[in-house]
């Protein structure tokens, strides 16, 4: 049973946002090995909703179809409903189980029918913030509904111009949105329904400021909707003043998705890029992401990969917005097959078919381990998470 109290505390290390992260490592190495034989045994969950079921626009039923979404992830499954119900919902889930549609859904059906909802999603990096916007483009397709991105890193003059067209929905991150409060581009008073997605990811970048001024600016009456894949004490505070009488949901049942066959790799007498390098020549390595520390390391790792004749990029804080889209992209369409990146660039990305994920360095903690293989097994794929040991 997954104890979410276990080393949360003590052992892991917070950090805040500009400060320099603390590279203390978490080495319980029975914690990286979870062959797949043992997490398999789990009975399949059965929805008790349909799509077609729902009561929702038809318009946004085809565009579910369309995307080709077929029954509903354990967590839609729950907070659909209630979410449609205009509740407050606190939604805890693994990474990977569909959290982005079961908040988009009932939000973007509540804009079809009545054009005067506005809705604001935070998300704790601009990645995420781009992908959860490409979610909303396909569910909103046609929808005459539209959304502003604002996030930082990119031009807030785009940005504060893109606010004066027509739009339902913002979606972007803490700072940028604060500033753009401050800077009286957005009301919040219009908004009267907020998501907090990765809310676990937005406490430990030190955006809770930000959070909580975001939200007590709003509307009282507002819904708010809570996503997160771990409750932490902190979280628990939050989701106790900002949110009236929530449904509250775990559909988690280990740290883990099933599909994820953890194992280690023991470095002995040897270095330890030489053992990366064996492995990547296995063929079974068809779509490599590894993970670092620091944005320096990663961006060596990358480089000697690329100088041993592995096709490898890079995604870090040292990148510039355009780079880190650009090694996303190549890494998504196959013309890289290796991608080295950090913990904060990575976290939450949505990328298809990572047949496997390496942890060249050891996860600061157990969250952060936890996030890093959910970036495999997505989709009910499987996916191989090897962490290297010295
Ligand atoms: P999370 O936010 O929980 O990490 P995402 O919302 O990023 O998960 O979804 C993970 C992947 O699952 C995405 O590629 C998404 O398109 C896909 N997905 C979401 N809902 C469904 C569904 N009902 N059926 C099939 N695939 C889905
Ligand atoms: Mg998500």
Request: proline share 4%.
């Amino acid at each position: 049973m997954y104890n979410r109290n276990r080393g949360h505390r003590g052992r892991f290390d917070s950090h805040s946002r500009g400060s320099k992260r603390k590279i203390s490592q978490f080495r319980d190495i029975s914690k990286f090995i979870n062959p797949i034989s043992d997490v398999r045994i789990e009975e399949k969950y059965i929805p008790t909703h349909t799509f077609s079921g729902l009561s929702i626009e038809e318009s946004l039923k085809k565009n579910i179809l369309a995307v080709g979404y077929k029954t509903l992830t354990p967590i839609q499954d729950q907070a659909i409903i209630p979410a449609l119900e205009n509740k407050d919902v606190v939604g805890i889930a693994n990474t990977g189980t569909g959290k982005t549609a079961a908040f988009l859904i009932p939000l973007i059906n509540k804009v079809i029918k009545d054009k005067n909802q506005n809705v604001i999603i935070l998300a704790p990096t601009r990645e995420l913030a781009l992908q959860i916007n490409q979610e909303f483009v396909k569910l909103g397709r046609g929808l005459g509904i539209f959304s502003v991105c604002t996030v930082g890193g990119m031009p807030i003059y785009r940005q504060i111009c893109d606010l004066r067209r027509k739009h339902n929905f913002i979606i972007g991150t803490p700072g940028r949105v604060k500033d753009l409060i401050e800077r009286k581009c957005i009301d919040l008073t219009r908004f009267c329904s907020i998501v907090l997605d990765e809310s676990d990811r937005m406490l430990d970048m030190g955006f809770v400021q930000d959070m909580k001024m975001i939200m007590s600016s709003m509307p009282v009456n507002r819904q708010t909707l809570f996503l997160s894949a771990t409750l932490s004490p902190e979280v628990q505070r939050i989701i106790k003043d900002f949110l009236k009488d929530p449904v509250q949901i775990s559909v988690k049942s280990r740290d883990t998705s099933g599909n994820i066959d953890q194992n280690v790799v023991y470095i002995k007498n040897k270095q330890k890029i030489d053992v990366l390098h064996e492995l990547l020549q296995n063929p079974e390595l068809k779509k490599v992401l590894i993970f670092g520390t620091t944005k320096h390391g990663v961006e060596r790792l990358s480089e000697a990969l690329t100088s041993r004749g592995f096709k490898s990029d890079s995604i870090h804080g040292n990148k510039n917005h355009n780079q880190r889209q650009r090694a996303l992209r190549s890494f998504k369409d196959d013309s890289v097959k290796i991608l080295v990146a950090t913990d904060v660039a990575a976290r939450g990305l949505d990328i298809p078919d990572v047949s496997h994920v390496i942890n060249y360095e050891l996860p600061a903690t157990y969250a952060d381990y936890i996030h890093r293989i959910g970036r495999t097994g997505r989709g009910g794929k499987v996916g191989k998470a090897l962490t290297l040991v010295e």
